[in-house]
């Protein structure tokens, strides 16, 4: 089973933010990690699970938790969001402290760091593989630039979208064709019959809730084994 333990990253400033550090089970030397970026919920065990399960593949896996700033909960969500909208702020600063961290790690080779966000991080796992030297991304449920100029610098990407999520599916479309026109490899999945979210496993009355929103979001377990593996081969092959 992978290890985890939560850590501080130097930030700027001399601020910190806390992420979550796991690694495989068997030690590894200059080995290939990813920094996989939590959707709106935040911080929560499922991120933890999600950089558990890399782990458990073989990666080094970088959890940041990108509400951990200044300010309230409520302000640090806002703040976030509107990075995401804008493709600039703290939020994009936290994100290469993070990418930072990993390329100076021992046990990390520098030239193999991908990225896998979900929701609100696959958004910013695109924004930030466009402008970081990142080998690999993984966007899931996420914002699309409106443009194949946003994307001009994009690495390999593998991503999933479900057919049921009025809010989002169109964006995956989007995402085909500016990766088609860029001539970029890719591997995207529109999963008929699932929602938003489908590889986020969270609890509580929020969680079923989802299920009755224009997105139809819930964890589908057919789904996301599905991606996992898809995630798995295509991590092989180019990170």
């Given at each position: 089973?992978?290890?985890?333990e939560q850590?501080?990253?130097p930030?700027?400033?001399?601020?910190?933010m806390?992420?979550?550090?796991?690694?495989?089970e068997?030690?590894v030397?200059?080995?290939p990690?990813?920094?996989a970026i939590?959707?709106?919920?935040g911080?929560?065990?499922?991120?933890?699970?999600?950089a558990?399960?890399?782990?458990?593949?073989?990666?080094?896996?970088l959890?940041?938790?990108?509400y951990?700033a200044?300010?309230?909960k409520?302000?640090c969500?806002?703040?976030?969001?509107?990075a995401?909208?804008?493709g600039?702020?703290?939020a994009?600063?936290?994100l290469?402290a993070?990418?930072s961290?990993l390329s100076e790690?021992?046990?990390?080779d520098?030239?193999?760091?991908g990225?896998?966000g979900?929701?609100?991080?696959g958004?910013?796992?695109?924004?930030f593989?466009e402008r970081?030297?990142?080998a690999?991304?993984?966007?899931?449920y996420?914002?699309v630039?409106?443009?194949?100029?946003?994307?001009r610098?994009i690495?390999p990407?593998?991503?999933g979208?479900g057919?049921?999520?009025?809010?989002?599916?169109?964006?995956?479309?989007?995402?085909v064709?500016?990766?088609g026109?860029l001539?970029v490899?890719?591997?995207?999945?529109?999963?008929?019959g699932?929602g938003?979210?489908?590889?986020?496993?969270?609890?509580?009355v929020?969680?079923?809730?989802g299920?009755f929103?224009?997105m139809?979001a819930?964890?589908?377990?057919?789904?996301a084994?599905?991606?996992w593996?898809?995630?798995?081969?295509?991590?092989?092959?180019?990170?």
């Amino acid at each position: 089973m992978a290890h985890l333990e939560q850590v501080l990253v130097p930030v700027a400033e001399g601020r910190t933010m806390r992420a979550v550090f796991a690694v495989p089970e068997v030690p590894v030397h200059r080995g290939p990690a990813v920094i996989a970026i939590h959707d709106i919920m935040g911080f929560t065990p499922d991120i933890r699970r999600i950089a558990g399960r890399l782990a458990d593949a073989g990666y080094m896996a970088l959890a940041p938790d990108l509400y951990d700033a200044e300010g309230s909960k409520v302000m640090c969500v806002m703040r976030t969001l509107r990075a995401l909208r804008s493709g600039e702020g703290p939020a994009f600063t936290q994100l290469e402290a993070a990418r930072s961290w990993l390329s100076e790690h021992q046990a990390v080779d520098s030239e193999r760091i991908g990225v896998m966000g979900f929701c609100m991080g696959g958004g910013f796992a695109l924004m930030f593989a466009e402008r970081a030297p990142l080998a690999v991304a993984a966007p899931f449920y996420g914002d699309v630039p409106r443009t194949a100029d946003g994307l001009r610098n994009i690495c390999p990407v593998v991503a999933g979208y479900g057919e049921r999520d009025k809010m989002f599916v169109e964006q995956g479309r989007r995402l085909v064709s500016h990766l088609g026109e860029l001539g970029v490899a890719n591997d995207i999945e529109f999963y008929p019959g699932v929602g938003h979210s489908f590889m986020n496993d969270h609890k509580g009355v929020f969680a079923k809730l989802g299920r009755f929103t224009p997105m139809r979001a819930g964890y589908d377990e057919a789904a996301a084994e599905d991606s996992w593996s898809r995630v798995f081969a295509f991590f092989s092959k180019h990170l």
